[in-house]
């Protein structure tokens, strides 16, 4: 799961042939998704039946049930078990449902697959065609139900997903559907590897369901500890396989240092405190009360009040030609966050006009967008990206801009401090605003927030999210945090010529005006803790503009940067330009651990990390928290709560905030 800087490509999706009555065919194996007679009948048959679902929902010890499927295709097997949760599940019984695939249906194909399925599977079907992904590398995370229902889908190798799962060490399924085209047409699906990794990751009980009868599945399978049995197929198919896990799951081996995993697995919490009301702890508060954990967020002012209070944000990535940490977390993370806002505004807890717009967003190229090598790749994905010459751009925004560039129809432009409250109006949020600076400290096995002024809070866990003034809690001043100035410039729209359509990103950028106001920006400045407004500033941004947008430049270098309004702020930072989204480790003990790698960087220390009990941080977001925010808040929750989480480890690991202890003992023997 982790490419190494190998060239980006999104994954070959899947050619189709259609059968006459409309089911899909695999052009690459000679094989059908589901019966041509009736697939949904099929899928309730071999898979929910085959591991006696619906009934033990009504008898399952916990509060999430979640299944793994090899094969996600169509989706027809998710869709039914869905259709069967809502009707007959418990109703505080959630459903995590997580599935590879390693060629995804283009989202046509899905749309032609979902018009041919009866009217009991529309809602659903709609509802994952909403969200579906492009054929991005990697998993994404969709919420359904206000997530009730957690759908991961891995888009990638199926060996390789399951290996990187069973190495958190975690036993977490509760049943499989095995669900790939024919063995004798796909053998890399059926493979006995795959069963030692699936079993690593299952609950004693745990259960298999597939539609083949094939002998060296059964025996793999039960080689693996799957108890396993014939039972009746479904149609013209004499015999499938169900089973179920048998005694204890065995337990995978660590592979290399485990300094991201903690040592003692976490139990999920009831109560958090959020420090921070910004988007990141907006998000992570949203996140955890999903989970039904109860929150109080503490904020030292209002709502919003630094680095998320600007008029407008965009939320927009930077692709690459090649794979690496930073670009494919921005990529994901992208993905993740116009899905979250979009259901905002599909629930009305957002309106569209008022608090943004999703409309798409143009990116100029420039030194960082290498059109002649990003084009190849991105001509197979148009619904993640177009390239644009500047006459087919000036269409889109109503400007044209000074050179091509991408076209991202995810993109938009969002009020963050509107995206905040919306948040933080969910159920299970109080909000606590004008706090001042707080104390926070773990007494008595939970953590304890003091403010000035006397007020107490306390809750199992937390999670810091304040920026800059992060490293000021918890002693976590380790943390390599630094402020980098920006400011935003305000103009009256009808300074400049025409009307901008669309948010427009160059050097700098620029959104549609709002209230008759045109925000554009922002100056960079790392290290500069200043938030005054300056001249030089203004007169920077309008320079940027004029050259991004030469129709526009006779009127705005006439504009005296003294009379420009704006807005400075400080954003947090951290050296490797990645965000902190993670458990907080326990320094001292964390070096001590690991202390052999100062000596020997490629020593392998099998022990799993120390970290604090509870305690957590999403900081360090820089510029793109609106982006970046949505991801590292699940990643947290995730963890916090025990789940499988929304990333590949390798990417996890980028952002777990342990790297700077690790990196400074590794580089230096000493502290970072």
């Known amino acids: 799961m982790d490419p190494q800087q190998a060239p980006w490509r999104p994954l070959a999706t899947a050619e189709l042939d259609w059968e006459p009555g409309g089911a899909p065919r695999s052009r690459r194996y000679g094989d059908i998704y589901f019966s041509p007679a009736n697939g949904p009948a099929e899928s309730r048959h071999v898979f929910l039946a085959g591991s006696g679902l619906p009934g033990r929902w009504q008898r399952h010890d916990a509060p999430v049930f979640r299944i793994g499927e090899l094969g996600f295709g169509t989706g027809l097997n998710f869709l039914v078990t869905v259709a069967a949760l809502r009707r007959e599940a418990p109703a505080g019984l959630r459903l995590h449902y997580w599935a590879v695939e390693a060629e995804p249906l283009r989202a046509a194909d899905l749309a032609r697959c979902a018009a041919a399925l009866p009217p009991t599977l529309a809602a659903p079907a709609a509802a994952l065609a909403e969200q579906y992904p492009p054929p991005v590398p990697g998993i994404h995370r969709l919420l359904f139900d206000d997530g009730r229902i957690v759908l991961d889908l891995c888009w990638g190798d199926a060996g390789a997903a399951l290996a990187e799962l069973a190495g958190h060490g975690r036993r977490w399924f509760d049943a499989w559907y095995l669900d790939g085209f024919?063995?004798?047409?796909?053998?890399?699906?059926?493979?006995?590897?795959?069963?030692?990794?699936?079993?690593?990751?299952?609950?004693?009980?745990?259960?298999?369901a597939t539609f083949t009868a094939a002998g060296h599945v059964r025996r793999g399978l039960a080689a693996s500890g799957f108890a396993m049995a014939k039972r009746e197929g479904f149609g013209s198919k004499r015999e499938s396989l169900h089973g179920q896990l048998a005694g204890a799951p065995p337990v995978a081996e660590e592979n290399g240092t485990p300094w991201d995993l903690p040592e003692t697995a976490p139990t999920a919490p009831s109560s958090a405190l959020v420090i921070g009301a910004g988007i990141a702890g907006a998000c992570a508060a949203a996140a955890l009360a999903r989970r039904g954990v109860a929150v109080t967020v503490l904020e030292a002012g209002p709502v919003a009040g630094?680095?998320?209070?600007?008029?407008?944000?965009?939320?927009?990535?930077?692709?690459?030609?090649?794979?690496?940490?930073?670009?494919?977390?921005?990529?994901?993370?992208?993905?993740?966050?116009?899905?979250?806002?979009?259901?905002?505004?599909?629930?009305?807890?957002?309106?569209?006009?008022?608090?943004?717009?999703?409309?798409?967003?143009?990116?100029?190229?420039?030194?960082?967008?290498?059109?002649?090598?990003?084009?190849?790749?991105?001509?197979?994905?148009?619904?993640?990206?177009?390239?644009?010459?500047?006459?087919?751009?000036?269409?889109?925004?109503?400007?044209?801009?000074?050179?091509?560039?991408?076209?991202?129809?995810?993109?938009?432009?969002?009020?963050?401090?509107?995206?905040?409250?919306?948040?933080?109006?969910?159920?299970?949020?109080?909000?606590?605003?004008?706090?001042?600076?707080?104390?926070?400290?773990?007494?008595?096995?939970?953590?304890?927030?003091?403010?000035?002024?006397?007020?107490?809070?306390?809750?199992?866990?937390?999670?810091?999210?304040?920026?800059?003034?992060?490293?000021?809690?918890?002693?976590?001043?380790?943390?390599?945090?630094?402020?980098?100035?920006?400011?935003?410039?305000?103009?009256?729209?009808?300074?400049?010529?025409?009307?901008?359509?669309?948010?427009?990103?160059?050097?700098?950028?620029?959104?549609?005006?709002?209230?008759?106001?045109?925000?554009?920006?922002?100056?960079?400045?790392?290290?500069?803790?200043?938030?005054?407004?300056?001249?030089?500033?203004?007169?920077?941004?309008?320079?940027?503009?004029?050259?991004?947008?030469?129709?526009?430049?006779?009127?705005?270098?006439?504009?005296?940067?003294?009379?420009?309004?704006?807005?400075?702020?400080?954003?947090?930072?951290?050296?490797?330009?990645?965000?902190?989204?993670?458990?907080?480790?326990?320094?001292?003990?964390?070096?001590?651990?690991?202390?052999?790698?100062?000596?020997?960087?490629?020593?392998?220390?099998?022990?799993?990390?120390?970290?604090?009990?509870?305690?957590?941080?999403?900081?360090?977001?820089?510029?793109?928290?609106?982006?970046?925010?949505?991801?590292?808040?699940?990643?947290?929750?995730?963890?916090?709560?025990?789940?499988?989480p929304p990333l590949p480890r390798s990417l996890a690991r980028a952002l777990a905030p342990a790297r700077f202890i690790l990196r400074a003992l590794v580089r230096t023997g000493g502290t970072p």
């Open 182 to 208: 024919a063995p004798a047409k796909n053998a890399a699906l059926w493979e006995e590897a795959l069963w030692r990794d699936l079993a690593c990751v299952s609950r004693p009980g745990a259960t298999v």
């Open 306 to 644: 630094r680095g998320s209070g600007n008029a407008q944000g965009v939320l927009f990535t930077r692709l690459s030609h090649r794979h690496a940490p930073l670009t494919d977390i921005a990529l994901l993370g992208y993905l993740d966050a116009a899905r979250h806002y979009r259901t905002l505004f599909d629930a009305g807890r957002l309106r569209a006009g008022e608090d943004g717009e999703l409309g798409g967003c143009f990116q100029m190229a420039g030194p960082k967008v290498r059109l002649e090598q990003l084009a190849p790749a991105l001509a197979p994905v148009p619904e993640l990206a177009e390239v644009l010459d500047p006459a087919a751009a000036a269409e889109r925004l109503g400007v044209t801009p000074a050179e091509g560039g991408l076209w991202l129809p995810h993109s938009g432009w969002l009020q963050p401090a509107a995206a905040c409250q919306a948040l933080l109006a969910g159920r299970g949020i109080a909000v606590e605003t004008h706090c001042g600076e707080v104390a926070l400290a773990r007494e008595d096995g939970r953590w304890q927030a003091l403010a000035a002024d006397g007020r107490r809070w306390a809750a199992e866990i937390a999670v810091i999210a304040a920026g800059t003034a992060s490293a000021n809690l918890a002693d976590l001043d380790w943390l390599p945090l630094r402020p980098i100035r920006g400011q935003v410039s305000s103009l009256p729209a009808k300074t400049v010529p025409g009307t901008l359509r669309a948010p427009f990103c160059h050097g700098g950028y620029v959104t549609p005006a709002k209230a008759g106001t045109l925000n554009f920006g922002a100056s960079f400045a790392p290290g500069d803790p200043d938030r005054s407004l300056r001249e030089a500033e203004h007169r920077h941004n309008l320079e940027a503009l004029a050259e991004a947008v030469p129709a526009w430049a006779p009127a705005l270098r006439s504009v005296d940067p003294a009379a420009v309004d704006g807005r400075a702020e400080l954003r947090c930072g951290a050296p490797d330009y990645l965000p902190l989204a993670g458990p907080a480790p326990e320094p001292n003990a964390f070096r001590e651990r690991y202390a052999i790698l100062a000596r020997n960087a490629r020593a392998v220390v099998p022990e799993r990390a120390p970290f604090r009990p509870g305690l957590y941080l999403s900081t360090g977001h820089g510029s793109r928290g609106l982006c970046s925010a949505p991801l590292a808040a699940e990643l947290i929750a995730s963890q916090a709560c025990g789940e499988p």
